[in-house]
Structure formats: structure tokens, C-alpha cells
């Protein structure tokens, strides 16, 4: 693995993602949104694997699976014009099928092309299967962490803006009324994941977005969430109630008790 390989992949990406140009301006805001969010995955996976004290091979495959995570979405969109897998296809299997399909990992050793390609479909599943190859599960946790601090950013971004001037296939067609739904909040107070099924509003989908914070794997991608202030810009936009400071304390809490468990073992030496 060595820089010009890399750099060789960023020359397909770019190639892949003129080829998915759209006529319109509409759907052409739809398509940029994804090659930023790529920028961001790979700047944010470069970060945590690093932050991980992880050495040279295991950075640049790192930075190969964020650049390749979401390159389903393109051919996604062309077809279906949505990013909506439960409307369309499940992109990130559509992204392995397009690495194999076009042989783009033809000069890598079958161990690696096989662990890109396993990390690009795994990195959108609800929970990671529990067997799972050792190298694998890094991988496909480090694009996870990766993806989600990108979308935060996506959102954050546009947090000010009105949702109708939004792209388009960014806010999943929610109202945007002032609701949470109980059982959503339910999930966040029991510290856990929320699923896309049962969004009702656009805060519902907000709160799903805070939630991904107890999914994060790694001390490093928690100290990005603090630096960003993620927690604070996110809950910004949602109605300030009690039932939402209690969200809010709780996400603090557990950002805190995990930053602080990852540094104990350093302090007891
Ligand atoms: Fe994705």
C-alpha cells in the first residue's frame, strides 16, 4: 500500500463521480452533497485511525474504505433519485457490487480488496454482525464513527437554513413540526439506537442523528463530538423541554463516562 495507490484512487472517485454529473441543478446539489460528505469521512477517518496509533497500512486502507464507503449513493441517485435505501437499494452493497464490477481494487492483495470491500457493505448496518473477521470489525467501526461525524457536519451546516431550501434528498420528506415522538426519545433514554422506521417528524430524525453518538466505537471520535460540539449544535433546532435536557445530560454523561474509562488504564500505570 503506498501514497500513489491512494492517490490513484482519488483519480477513479473523481472520474466516478463526473460520470454521475446530473443535468440539473437539483439533483446536481444532491450528488455534490455526497462527494463533500466523502471529503469529510476520509479527513475524519485519517483522524481516528490516527488517533488510534494505528501505523501506515492500516491509515491508508482506512482512508480507502472512507473514499469508497458511499460510492453506491452516485448510481443510486442516477436510478432512483433518492437517497433512500428503503425507496431504492441498499447503497452500500450497491458500492461493494461497483468496486467488484469495475475490478477497481485489481492491483491490491486479495486480503485487502477483500476487507475494503467487506468494511464499504457493512459500514450502513444497523449493528455490526457479531462474528466478524478481527480486521474487518476495525475497519468497517473506524468508516462507521467516520460516516456519522460527517452527517453531523452535513446537518449542522444546514442546521440555519430552512429545510425547504435543504437538497432535496437530504431530510427523508419528515414534517417539520415541533413533535417528538415518546418512543423515540424511550430509545435515547435507554442509550440506544434509533430506527428509521419509526421517525414521525424532523425532530424525530434529529434525535436519531444524537443516538448514533451511543453506537460510536472509538475515544478519538468521542473527543471529535466535544470538539464540534456536536451535542449542543444538533440539539439546538429541537424544542427546548424537559424531556430533551434529559437527553441532552444523558448523551453528556456518556460521552464523558466513555472518554473517561479510555484514559483510566493510562492513569492507573
Ligand atoms: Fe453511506
Not at 463521480?17 to 479527513?43: F, M, P, S, W, Y
Not at 431504492?88 to 464490477?101: F, I, Q
Not at 423541554?241 to 484514559?263: P, Q
Request: aromatic share 6%.
Amino acid at each position: 500500500m503506498n501514497n500513489d495507490r491512494v492517490e490513484q484512487y482519488r483519480s477513479w472517485f473523481s472520474r466516478f463521480v463526473q460520470e454521475h454529473a446530473a443535468g440539473n441543478e437539483q439533483d446536481q446539489r444532491n450528488i455534490l452533497l455526497k462527494k463533500t460528505h466523502t471529503d469529510g469521512v476520509c479527513a475524519n477517518a485519517l483522524r481516528i485511525s490516527s488517533g488510534l496509533g494505528l501505523l501506515g497500512r492500516d491509515i491508508a486502507l482506512a482512508g480507502i474504505i472512507a473514499l469508497f464507503h458511499d460510492v453506491g449513493r452516485f448510481p443510486q441517485y442516477v436510478r432512483y433519485r433518492t437517497f433512500e435505501d428503503s425507496r431504492s437499494v441498499n447503497h452500500a452493497v450497491l458500492g461493494a457490487k461497483v468496486l467488484l464490477d469495475r475490478n477497481v481494487l485489481r492491483d491490491l492483495p486479495k486480503r485487502e480488496r477483500s476487507l475494503i470491500v467487506r468494511s464499504v457493505a457493512l459500514h450502513n448496518v444497523f449493528i455490526l454482525p457479531p462474528r466478524l473477521d478481527r480486521e474487518v470489525r476495525l475497519h468497517a467501526e473506524i468508516v462507521r464513527d467516520a460516516d456519522k461525524l460527517d452527517i453531523w457536519r452535513v446537518f449542522i451546516e444546514l442546521a440555519d437554513r430552512d429545510p425547504a431550501d435543504w437538497p432535496s434528498a437530504v431530510a427523508l420528506g419528515l414534517p417539520d413540526t415541533p413533535e417528538c415522538s415518546p418512543a423515540v426519545i424511550a430509545s435515547l433514554n435507554r442509550r440506544e439506537m434509533v430506527r428509521l422506521t419509526s421517525l414521525r417528524t424532523l425532530n424525530d430524525f434529529r434525535l436519531l442523528q444524537l443516538a448514533w453518538i451511543y453506537d460510536l466505537n472509538f475515544a478519538p471520535s468521542l473527543r471529535l463530538v466535544l470538539e464540534r460540539s456536536v451535542i449542543e449544535q444538533l440539539t439546538a433546532s429541537l424544542p427546548q423541554t424537559d424531556a430533551i435536557s434529559r437527553v441532552v445530560d444523558n448523551l453528556r454523561n456518556y460521552v464523558n463516562e466513555r472518554l473517561h474509562a479510555a484514559i483510566a488504564p493510562e492513569t492507573a500505570r
